[in-house]
């Protein structure tokens, strides 16, 4: 008979941003656990508890103990464990004996083929784990994998009486552990850790709780008596899904349309501050609504964990919505003193953007030459005017001279507002500040949106840069990154990429395909590389196996198939703003039913190209052709050949391939009946020559051959 179970550990308050991970990996491991022991079905329904003071768990259906199982144990081969009269030798008695067997247990050995040979094999019945045993098994893997970010040590009195020594166990944990619930049922399962006893009591909220220790009847009235008897909603999501409740309606209350800004990050983070929420709106003076909207937004959420409130059109207003652990009677003490304390980061916040307005951007350019980018690739100053060279060339590219001049301008400035009061306090307001320091500076509106945007795309599904400035200097700084680091052979390994090479990648992959620029990849690169001169070994060639392993992956997720994707990298497309046509193509080539049979003979020809002696030219003398199967298929090819390549260079990259249908009868014509390898040197030399030009007339979209199994 299985019965629910509850564990609880009532620590001190864990760290906010982690809770999560805590709470799911605590609950999770130790459910797993059970499961594998088989003390609880693969089907019991597992509830995760977390809230800044516990890390619980609730799974629904658990037995007292798991069912013996039957275990069959491989010993060794029978020519080992038996001598030539069929006793047992010292081997096999030594092996029954670590197994728990003594000699009697060789006459119900059983042998079994196991490869050439037979094994002796002892079957025996395991008993299974009782659940105080597998209860703490689960718990300690439970407390191992832990995902702690990082970890504490402290001290627990032990000993009692005369031998009492405070302080001589160590204990390393996320925070100090205080209590140990373990409920099966309405029962106490007696395990330990942490230097803690299992009991049935645990601790509601420090303030608001009305009876403390709050002592639990039961695994299941956990939730029902934490939050009646100790104030404390102990689901993350619960209190997630409260505080979200909350917000809503204290924006709504406080009319006008307002919303408060969304951010899941920072909703989880509060959720992990409060046992209790109650959420209240606060103010601040009008006055400060003259400092950029992103400082203020940021000041509150990153250093008060409030959420602003924004009107209907997305502006900041002065409310703020305050989200606290404790529900007193008048809220007003909690509100006023959340706006004193908010005051002095708004009021710093101003203070910086009326400092740095009184230099220009262009006077703090200069300074950039004192900050170090890279030890091997100098200091910020020298990367901008790398930055700067790249942009002048792609701008040379895709525009005219004033789109050279803007890039150019704005590639210079992008990088200056690193040496801003606002963003040394802020850094993650760079680009955000440059661009409004670049309007307070009577700077051109596009130069202004380039240095804003520049840092985009930052993350997946981020959007790209406004105007083709911005998009040009964007290109030019993560090419520079990527070229620079690439060429000190500072690549991602495995998991690790500290400098985001790989989110660089991608963002001038959907850079170049969803601004649709006409640029080809590895020209580009190594203009890029050349704006390094010396300083760096051209790589080029790794670059671009990275752009499309990158480009591979992500047009997988789109939901194009690996054949697809492998039959149009294959080719390695400079211009990849034409990938996603080429893609379009194949896959409306493959529906067709000549596909198969041109696609296996493509993948043929292929192969017999490649055993060539020497490199075959795509070249054909008529006068050589002495086959009937190879004068129709030349003939085929002399009418398929035009319209295939004349489709091509339209940019219907689907319409070429499709006329290469016309080429199925003919060439399995000409492998049915024409010998390529003929022993005429002249006559082998030609028939290759004519597979080269199919070959290269088939294959100018994507690998067809990639299409087969």
Same mark, same amino acid.
């Given at each position: 008979?299985?019965?629910?179970?509850?564990?609880?550990?009532?620590?001190?308050?864990?760290?906010?941003?982690?809770?999560?991970?805590?709470?799911?990996?605590?609950?999770?491991?130790?459910?797993?656990?059970?499961?594998?022991?088989?003390?609880?079905?693969?089907?019991?329904?597992?509830?995760?508890?977390?809230?800044?003071?516990?890390?619980?768990?609730?799974?629904?259906?658990?037995?007292?103990?798991?069912?013996?199982?039957?275990?069959?144990?491989?010993?060794?081969?029978?020519?080992?464990?038996?001598?030539?009269?069929?006793?047992?030798?010292?081997?096999?008695?030594?092996?029954?004996?670590?197994?728990?067997?003594?000699?009697?247990?060789?006459?119900?050995?059983?042998?079994?083929?196991?490869?050439?040979?037979?094994?002796?094999?002892?079957?025996?019945?395991?008993?299974?784990?009782?659940?105080?045993?597998?209860?703490?098994?689960?718990?300690?893997?439970?407390?191992?994998?832990?995902?702690?970010?990082?970890?504490?040590?402290?001290?627990?009195?032990?000993?009692?009486?005369?031998?009492?020594?405070?302080?001589?166990?160590?204990?390393?944990?996320?925070?100090?552990?205080?209590?140990?619930?373990?409920?099966?049922?309405?029962?106490?399962?007696?395990?330990?850790?942490?230097?803690?006893?299992?009991?049935?009591?645990?601790?509601?909220?420090?303030?608001?709780?009305?009876?403390?220790?709050?002592?639990?009847?039961?695994?299941?009235?956990?939730?029902?008596?934490?939050?009646?008897?100790?104030?404390?909603?102990?689901?993350?999501?619960?209190?997630?899904?409260?505080?979200?409740?909350?917000?809503?309606?204290?924006?709504?209350?406080?009319?006008?349309?307002?919303?408060?800004?969304?951010?899941?990050?920072?909703?989880?983070?509060?959720?992990?501050?409060?046992?209790?929420?109650?959420?209240?709106?606060?103010?601040?003076?009008?006055?400060?609504?003259?400092?950029?909207?992103?400082?203020?937004?940021?000041?509150?959420?990153?250093?008060?964990?409030?959420?602003?409130?924004?009107?209907?059109?997305?502006?900041?207003?002065?409310?703020?919505?305050?989200?606290?652990?404790?529900?007193?009677?008048?809220?007003?003490?909690?509100?006023?003193?959340?706006?004193?304390?908010?005051?002095?980061?708004?009021?710093?916040?101003?203070?910086?953007?009326?400092?740095?307005?009184?230099?220009?951007?262009?006077?703090?350019?200069?300074?950039?030459?004192?900050?170090?980018?890279?030890?091997?690739?100098?200091?910020?100053?020298?990367?901008?005017?790398?930055?700067?060279?790249?942009?002048?060339?792609?701008?040379?590219?895709?525009?005219?001279?004033?789109?050279?001049?803007?890039?150019?301008?704005?590639?210079?400035?992008?990088?200056?507002?690193?040496?801003?009061?606002?963003?040394?306090?802020?850094?993650?307001?760079?680009?955000?500040?440059?661009?409004?320091?670049?309007?307070?500076?009577?700077?051109?509106?596009?130069?202004?949106?380039?240095?804003?945007?520049?840092?985009?795309?930052?993350?997946?599904?981020?959007?790209?840069?406004?105007?083709?400035?911005?998009?040009?200097?964007?290109?030019?700084?993560?090419?520079?990154?990527?070229?620079?680091?690439?060429?000190?052979?500072?690549?991602?390994?495995?998991?690790?990429?500290?400098?985001?090479?790989?989110?660089?990648?991608?963002?001038?992959?959907?850079?170049?395909?969803?601004?649709?620029?006409?640029?080809?990849?590895?020209?580009?690169?190594?203009?890029?590389?050349?704006?390094?001169?010396?300083?760096?070994?051209?790589?080029?060639?790794?670059?671009?196996?990275?752009?499309?392993?990158?480009?591979?992956?992500?047009?997988?997720?789109?939901?194009?198939?690996?054949?697809?994707?492998?039959?149009?990298? @294959? %080719?390695?497309?400079? *211009? !990849?703003?034409?990938? $996603?046509?080429?893609? #379009? =193509?194949?896959?409306?080539? +493959?529906? &067709?039913?000549?596909?198969?049979?041109?696609?296996?003979?493509?993948?043929?020809?292929?192969?017999?190209?490649?055993?060539?002696?020497?490199?075959?030219?795509?070249?054909?003398?008529?006068?050589?052709?002495?086959?009937?199967?190879?004068?129709?298929?030349?003939?085929?090819?002399?009418?398929?050949?035009?319209?295939?390549?004349?489709?091509?260079?339209?940019?219907?990259?689907?319409?070429?391939?499709?006329?290469?249908?016309?080429?199925?009868?003919?060439?399995?014509?000409?492998?049915?009946?024409?010998?390529?390898?003929?022993?005429?040197? @002249? %006559?082998?030399?030609? *028939? !290759?020559?004519?597979? $080269?030009?199919?070959? #290269? =007339?088939?294959?100018?979209? +994507?690998? &067809?051959?990639?299409?087969?199994?």
């Amino acid at each position: 008979m299985t019965t629910p179970l509850l564990v609880e550990l009532f620590v001190e308050e864990l760290p906010p941003k982690a809770l999560k991970k805590l709470g799911e990996s605590f609950a999770g491991t130790l459910a797993d656990s059970l499961k594998a022991q088989g003390l609880a079905p693969t089907d019991a329904a597992v509830t995760p508890y977390a809230s800044p003071r516990r890390l619980a768990v609730h799974v629904s259906a658990v037995a007292p103990k798991a069912a013996d199982k039957a275990v069959s144990v491989k010993l060794m081969p029978v020519a080992v464990g038996l001598d030539a009269s069929g006793n047992a030798t010292p081997a096999l008695l030594k092996k029954l004996a670590a197994v728990g067997a003594g000699p009697e247990a060789v006459a119900q050995l059983k042998r079994q083929p196991d490869g050439k040979a037979e094994a002796l094999f002892f079957d025996s019945t395991q008993a299974g784990a009782t659940l105080a045993e597998g209860l703490q098994k689960a718990l300690d893997e439970a407390l191992a994998k832990l995902p702690i970010p990082k970890v504490m040590s402290y001290q627990l009195e032990t000993g009692s009486g005369a031998d009492f020594r405070p302080g001589w166990t160590t204990v390393n944990f996320v925070r100090p552990a205080h209590g140990l619930v373990a409920l099966h049922g309405d029962q106490v399962v007696p395990v330990g850790t942490l230097g803690l006893n299992a009991g049935r009591e645990t601790h509601g909220h420090r303030f608001e709780a009305k009876v403390d220790p709050v002592v639990l009847k039961s695994a299941d009235s956990y939730a029902q008596q934490l939050q009646e008897e100790g104030a404390v909603i102990a689901s993350f999501e619960a209190r997630r899904a409260e505080i979200a409740r909350q917000l809503a309606a204290a924006a709504a209350q406080a009319g006008n349309g307002l919303k408060p800004i969304a951010d899941d990050a920072l909703l989880d983070e509060v959720t992990a501050l409060v046992e209790r929420p109650n959420v209240v709106t606060g103010q601040f003076e009008d006055a400060f609504l003259e400092v950029p909207q992103e400082c203020l937004i940021l000041t509150m959420k990153a250093n008060q964990k409030y959420f602003p409130l924004l009107d209907a059109a997305g502006r900041l207003t002065s409310r703020f919505l305050i989200v606290s652990n404790i529900s007193p009677a008048d809220a007003s003490a909690v509100i006023g003193g959340n706006e004193r304390v908010v005051r002095p980061r708004l009021a710093d916040a101003k203070f910086f953007f009326d400092q740095d307005r009184k230099k220009t951007l262009e006077s703090r350019v200069g300074g950039l030459a004192k900050v170090v980018y890279h030890n091997k690739l100098g200091t910020q100053g020298e990367r901008v005017e790398r930055v700067r060279a790249i942009a002048r060339q792609i701008a040379q590219q895709v525009g005219d001279a004033q789109l050279v001049k803007l890039a150019d301008q704005a590639a210079q400035l992008a990088k200056a507002d690193l040496l801003t009061d606002m963003v040394g306090e802020f850094p993650e307001l760079q680009g955000i500040m440059g661009g409004y320091y670049a309007r307070h500076d009577g700077l051109p509106e596009s130069v202004a949106l380039a240095i804003e945007d520049h840092y985009r795309p930052r993350f997946a599904g981020d959007e790209l840069p406004r105007e083709r400035t911005g998009l040009i200097v964007a290109l030019a700084d993560k090419l520079e990154t990527l070229v620079g680091l690439f060429g000190i052979g500072q690549l991602p390994t495995g998991d690790k990429d500290p400098f985001a090479l790989r989110r660089h990648a991608l963002g001038v992959i959907r850079m170049l395909v969803e601004a649709d620029l006409p640029l080809q990849l590895e020209p580009l690169l190594k203009q890029a590389a050349s704006a390094f001169g010396s300083l760096i070994t051209d790589a080029t060639p790794q670059l671009l196996e990275f752009f499309y392993d990158r480009l591979a992956g992500s047009l997988r997720e789109q939901g194009y198939s690996a054949q697809e994707v492998e039959a149009v990298l @294959a %080719l390695k497309p400079q *211009r !990849l703003a034409d990938v $996603a046509q080429r893609l #379009a =193509a194949v896959r409306a080539f +493959a529906a &067709l039913p000549e596909a198969a049979a041109l696609a296996a003979a493509n993948k043929r020809v292929g192969n017999i190209l490649k055993k060539a002696e020497r490199t075959v030219e795509a070249q054909v003398d008529p006068a050589l052709l002495k086959e009937a199967a190879e004068a129709a298929l030349n003939e085929a090819l002399a009418k398929v050949k035009p319209q295939a390549d004349a489709a091509f260079d339209g940019g219907d990259y689907t319409a070429s391939l499709k006329a290469l249908a016309a080429l199925r009868a003919p060439v399995d014509a000409f492998f049915d009946g024409v010998m390529v390898n003929a022993d005429d040197a @002249a %006559l082998r030399a030609n *028939r !290759l020559g004519l597979l $080269a030009t199919l070959h #290269a =007339a088939m294959n100018r979209v +994507a690998d &067809l051959s990639k299409l087969v199994n």
